[in-house]
């Protein structure tokens, strides 16, 4: 079983910046990290994505604000967002790729953190 604690959000400005960070814990291999966020009376969306190579994606609404890194021997993920804007406001929830087999695995979910951008 693999464990997921988020840490680092809160209360931000507009035109702030904030570091979330994840980390896995458990006895198995972890593949892809990143976060999704969810906003009230909107769908879970993709953040950013990281893969144990480095290969990184990031939604629209991010790119060119959001940077996301990994530790692959900690099994951490972190994502820095620059700039916030109001519409960042969210739950962001940490997910990794839970390697069962070479050919099988999961997506683990953490239990969620709090981003609001407000001045």
């Known amino acids: 079983q693999v464990r997921l604690v988020e840490s680092g959000g809160g209360l931000v400005q507009p035109g702030g910046s904030l570091r979330l960070s994840c980390a896995a814990s458990?006895?198995?291999?972890?593949?892809?990290m990143g976060w999704y966020r969810q906003a009230p009376g909107k769908q879970r969306e993709a953040v950013a994505h990281?893969?144990?190579?480095?290969?990184?994606n990031y939604a629209n609404s991010v790119k060119g604000r959001c940077t996301i890194s990994r530790d692959n021997a900690k099994n951490t993920v972190t994502l820095q967002i620059d700039s916030l804007k109001l519409e960042d406001t969210a739950i962001y929830y940490c997910?990794?790729?839970?390697?069962?087999?070479?050919?099988?695995?999961?997506?683990?979910w953490g239990q969620g953190t709090q981003v609001t951008v407000s001045s």
């Open positions: 458990g006895s198995f291999s972890i593949g892809t």
């Open positions: 990281i893969t144990t190579g480095g290969s990184t």
């Open positions: 997910d990794a790729y839970v390697i069962l087999t070479p050919t099988s695995g999961y997506t683990d």
